[in-house]
């Protein structure tokens, strides 16, 4: 496949730039059941993440009693895949399972909810690379619609190379063939890394061009994760906050 | 920014305020943070996704959704969960469960005769009592009002959309109760107690779902008084 993957106009199988990002559609608040959640197009991958808390810690045993925990569950249906996946956790979703766990764990206000935990559980429904980037940018944005505080909403995409370029958001093709593969999550705001894995290799200086990449897209999905949740809550007036009564005020009436 | 104000169609100023998002810029000076804000590098971002709002100086975010955190001295609807022989557990609706002593009851209760009083399933209204820091809950019945509840139904609603079925100084609950007739009690955790004629309850638990759902919209109050006569006449 070497030399195949970037044609001599500077595009890549599926028609994009070096330094374009797939098509991203984010929704929020999807389901009614849950107290949170959020639905990802992006490209070919269909996610949805769903969360429930903060709620009593089950097993106990992993209670703190003094900050919550978040416990993340990333799954991949059996029909994600083009075989079939063995339903499941296996070693691959348990690892993915726990960077997310962590990624999101710094950003919420877990101080507020001693001995609870906040349970994001992150489906795969399509994938076509790139699905964790995809699934944390989900659950943050459903991390949100839940309500909970949190400091920032993570954006999150992958950086890679192929034909020994640095290229952005890597699809299934590229990511089969390719020759690096680095999935980042950042806050934007203040830069702070919160996560990154790399197979493959890159020189320092690919490794800085990824960077320059991946925070530039990251930027973009973070505009895109807030519009989502501002659509899906916009109003027309809040007249009933003229009308906020002090707690005091508020008495039992029978 | 500075909130903008709009002219709706009866000619009264009405300021729009926005939707923030966790991590939002909300102030960058002159103003302190309130409830639903972080400080950090001296500037001011929303925690929780909700509406800006600023009063006497303070920046908060009104939450839109969010399980309900016991405060002391709210008053709560809670469901009996478990019997102790010292203690009843409430479920009042919040990630903590919160045990009841018994010296915390109106009646005279005899070790192990917890049942007599109260048993799994009923529901009660009742006061938060305490809340120590690693959020241990305790709740009371010993005040005015406190008692077990017998019959009627309770729905369910987010706690933050408590104060809009309230309305301001009770004019949203006044409103439902003169026209269904129905004895209503809301806790602070989003519970509703409801009692009164079945068809009488159906169309109150419908105007508060009406308000759960529309809480942030215009003209709310007349929208339910509009919709309440129209299937009631009131009762006075």
């Not at chain 1, 595009?11 to 990002?21: A, H, I, S």
């Not at chain 1, 020994?164 to 690096?180: F, M, P, S």
Request: include cysteine; proline fraction near 4%; charged fraction near 25%.
């Amino acid at each position: 496949m070497e030399g195949k993957m970037i044609d001599e106009n500077g595009l890549r199988v599926d028609g994009r730039k070096v330094d374009e990002l797939r098509q991203i559609k984010i929704e929020a608040g999807v389901l009614k059941r849950a107290d949170g959640s959020a639905y990802v197009e992006w490209g070919k991958n269909k996610v949805l993440a769903a969360v429930y808390g903060p709620r009593e810690c089950h097993p106990r045993h992993l209670q703190d009693p003094s900050k919550a925990l978040v416990q993340c569950k990333y799954n991949m249906i059996a029909f994600s895949v083009s075989d079939r996946k063995r339903p499941g956790p296996d070693r691959r979703s348990v690892e993915i399972s726990k960077i997310i766990s962590e990624a999101l764990e710094y950003v919420v206000f877990t101080e507020y909810f001693p001995r609870t935990s906040v349970d994001v559980y992150i489906e795969i429904l399509q994938a076509n690379a790139g699905t964790r980037c995809a699934g944390l940018t989900a659950a943050s944005v459903a991390l949100a619609d839940a309500g909970i505080p949190m400091k920032d909403m993570i954006p999150s995409v992958a950086v890679g190379k192929i034909d020994g370029q640095i290229v952005l958001d890597l699809c299934k093709e590229e990511d089969n063939y390719g020759q690096a593969d680095m999935p980042i999550a950042i806050i934007p705001r203040t830069g702070e890394i919160l996560l990154m894995q790399m197979d493959g290799h890159m020189t320092t200086d690919e490794f800085n061009r990824a960077m320059e990449y991946g925070f530039g897209a990251c930027e973009k999905i973070y505009q895109l994760q807030k519009d989502a949740l501002k659509r899906r809550y916009a109003v027309e007036d809040v007249e009933g906050l003229e009308e906020d009564v002090p707690r005091e005020q508020q008495e039992l009436e029978g | 920014m500075k909130e903008s104000e709009i002219m709706s169609k009866d000619g009264m100023v009405r300021s729009v305020r926005e939707i923030v998002v966790p991590g939002e810029l909300l102030d960058s000076g002159k103003l302190k943070p309130g409830n639903g804000t972080y400080v950090a590098d001296g500037k001011i971002f929303a925690s929780q996704l909700g509406i800006k709002s600023t009063k006497s100086n303070y920046v908060n975010v009104i939450p839109l959704g969010g399980r309900y955190i016991p405060v002391t001295g709210d008053n709560v609807i809670g469901k009996v969960i478990d019997i102790g022989p010292s203690n009843w557990l409430i479920d009042i609706n919040s990630p903590y469960p919160a045990p009841l002593h018994v010296n915390e009851v109106p009646w005279r209760v005899e070790f192990g005769d917890t049942a007599r009083y109260l048993n799994v399933g009923d529901t009660i209204l009742a006061k938060v009592l305490m809340v120590d820091e690693t959020k241990r809950v305790q709740v009371t019945m010993k005040d005015q009002g406190l008692r077990k509840l017998q019959g009627g139904q309770i729905v369910d609603i987010s706690h933050s959309k408590v104060p809009r079925v309230i309305g301001k100084s009770g004019s949203m609950i006044q409103l439902i109760k003169s026209h269904t007739n129905c004895r209503i009690f809301v806790g602070q955790n989003g519970r509703i107690w409801l009692d009164g004629d079945i068809e009488n309850i159906v169309v109150a638990i419908r105007a508060i779902r009406m308000i759960d759902e529309d809480a942030q919209t215009m003209r709310l109050t007349e929208r339910v008084k509009e919709y309440l006569e129209s299937v009631m006449k009131p009762s006075q």
